[in-house]
Nanobody, 114 residues
Framework: QVQLVESGGDLAQPGGSLRLSCEAS????????VGWYRQAPGKQRELVAR???????IYADSVKGRFTISRGNAKNTMYLQMNSLKPEDTAVYYC????????WGQGTQVTVSS
């Protein structure tokens, strides 16, 4: 069983930065495809960024050049560095892992507002 725990969500000003973290239990995290999704009020959950076991990455067009997904030195951690934040980045951000099936964290709230 895989458990994912996000942290780092906060209130940020437009143009500011935040770093989200995801910690996972289990031993497959370092070889699985993992990623970040977000869901804004009244909208569907959408992919933000994803990284494979071979470290290939994919980003949503809306965050390219502003967000960076990475794995931590500890094999069971993942980060999302978010720069140049915009109000439209406001959402609950979820950590996701795919290994036979999908696993989700509980989410962390990011609010971008002046």
């Amino acid at each position: 069983q895989v458990q994912l725990v996000e942290s780092g969500g906060d209130l940020a000003q437009p143009g500011g930065s935040l770093r989200l973290s995801c910690e996972a239990s289990g031993t497959i995290f370092s070889i699985a495809t993992v990623g970040w999704y977000r869901q804004a009020p009244g909208k569907q959950r959408e992919l933000v960024a994803r990284i494979t076991g071979s470290s290939s990455t994919i980003y949503a067009d809306s965050v390219k050049g502003r967000f960076t997904i990475s794995r931590g030195n500890a094999k069971n951690t993942m980060y999302l560095q978010m720069n140049s934040l915009k109000p439209e980045d406001t959402a609950v951000y979820y950590c996701n892992l795919v290994w036979g099936k999908e696993y989700w964290g509980q989410g962390t709230q990011v609010t971008v507002s002046s």
